[in-house]
């Protein structure tokens, strides 16, 4: 069971929100704009306010939730 836990933890922490979003909603690669970073402040820089937020919360998301797993 820990096992599987920390593969799921894993998972949740490599999905690259921001350049997904970037690619799905905005056809940008988030990395080679701004700063050149794939975090939530070049998000906001580049792609706007309410791209911004939604990258902060899924991120914060993927923080959370694996804690809180069994």
Not at 30 to 42: K, P
């Amino acid at each position: 069971m820990l096992y599987l836990l920390l593969l799921i933890s894993y998972l949740f922490g490599s999905v690259p929100t921001s350049v997904w979003i970037g690619k799905f909603f905005f056809n940008l690669d988030i990395r080679e704009h701004g700063s050149g970073n794939a975090g939530t402040t070049n998000t906001f820089r580049v792609l706007g306010k309410k791209a911004g937020i939604v990258v902060f919360v899924v991120d914060v998301a993927k923080g959370v939730i694996p804690v809180l797993l069994p």
